[in-house]
């Protein structure tokens, strides 16, 4: 495999994992990390909860009746980021060039590095060693075929494959396995009359082209053939910076929503103005009790990151959507984001 060379790192159910580590009485049991409350979904389940059928983001009342004696235990995510602290550290130790992905999982440029299979699997080892959380690791001529490779043999799996050996492999999988593709664009594609990632490779281009456009049936075509160019890069660029909460319980009070607006906009706010970051985009995410889901956005003049710029924003476009029904999930985002200095931050009283 001459050329560029790419790894991805993916911790093993990771914040269950880090709950062991503190709990270690409750290993070889099918322990679920998930919300009390009842909408909460599933973090991430043990190996042994999954034997039930319990997987991540699924609703936790369904998972507690897949799995009644499981072991819940509610997401403790300040334990959870000093935990992958811990593990870039290590991983960043090894390489000039990683790109961290969240708290459990991060793309390493192996290009020109002496015996880099063998670099792999010593880390791997060294972090098990000096975190007890083990991990799986996938290596390729690219992130695509790397990301891919490192779900394929899941837990302390260690796959390297060329990107013609990834189309043999995962020919007669869902495309639901690439990145990229969601479940909305896999119906579409099954309505196609395409099953597999092999189908999506041997359909005709003219196909794709008419359902989904030239731009994005050639992509599709692309990461079907395990085809990404896309660099290993330190700095991810974080275009938008959000918070969100689901309910409970619906809420119709137009006063309450607007109370829970103002909440989620001051932590919104206060971390944007510690990240010395703003953005002109200001925008709301509304979720009905019939799950439909809606936005509305502002584009501004000026960045804003500070409450008394933000929140009026944030509450006309409330105030315009008027929900129609009750809402589910209220949430408030600022986009187009870039570094600055910091406006004085004014203290709402809440």
Do not use: W
Request: aromatic share 4%.
């Amino acid at each position: 495999m001459a050329g560029r060379m790419v790894a991805h790192l993916d911790m093993d159910a990771f914040y269950v994992s880090v709950e062991l580590r503190r709990r270690p009485q409750l290993r070889g049991l099918p322990v679920i990390v998930a919300g009390s409350g009842p909408r909460s979904v599933v973090t991430t389940a043990s190996y042994e909860a999954r034997r039930f059928g319990v997987g991540s983001a699924m609703p936790a009342a369904r998972a507690r009746r897949l799995c009644p004696d499981g072991i819940y235990l509610t997401p403790d995510f300040a334990y959870y980021r000093e935990a992958s602290a811990e593990v870039m550290a290590l991983v960043r130790g090894c390489a000039d060039v990683v790109e961290v992905v969240g708290l459990d999982e991060a793309y390493i440029d192996l290009t020109g590095m002496p015996a880099p299979r063998a670099e792999m699997r010593r880390l791997a080892l060294v972090i098990e060693r000096e975190t007890g959380l083990r991990c799986s690791v996938g290596i390729g001529p690219n992130k695509l075929v790397a990301k891919v490779a490192s779900d394929a043999e899941k837990p302390r799996g260690f796959v390297v494959l060329t990107r013609e050996q990834a189309c043999r492999r995962f020919a007669g999988a869902s495309f639901s396995l690439i990145p990229g593709i969601g479940p909305k664009t896999a119906e579409r594609l099954r309505s196609l009359g395409l099953a597999t990632i092999g189908d999506l490779v041997s359909s005709s281009a003219g196909l794709l082209e008419e359902r989904f456009g030239p731009r994005l049936g050639a992509e599709l075509r692309r990461r079907a053939r395990f085809e990404d160019d896309s660099p290993v890069t330190e700095v991810r660029k974080v275009l938008s910076e959000s918070r969100e909460t689901t309910f409970d319980v619906d809420i119709a009070d137009r006063g309450e929503l607007e109370a829970v607006l103002e909440r989620l906009t001051v932590r919104l706010c206060e971390a944007l103005v510690s990240q010395r970051r703003r953005g002109r985009t200001v925008a709301i995410k509304v979720r009905l009790d019939d799950f439909s889901t809606h936005t509305r956005a502002r584009t501004l003049p000026e960045p804003v990151a500070t409450v008394e710029r933000v929140l009026p924003v944030a509450l006309d476009l409330l105030r315009r959507f008027g929900a129609p029904r009750p809402v589910r999930l209220l949430g408030v985002r600022v986009a187009g984001l870039q570094e600055t200095a910091p406006e004085p931050q004014l203290s709402l009283a809440l």
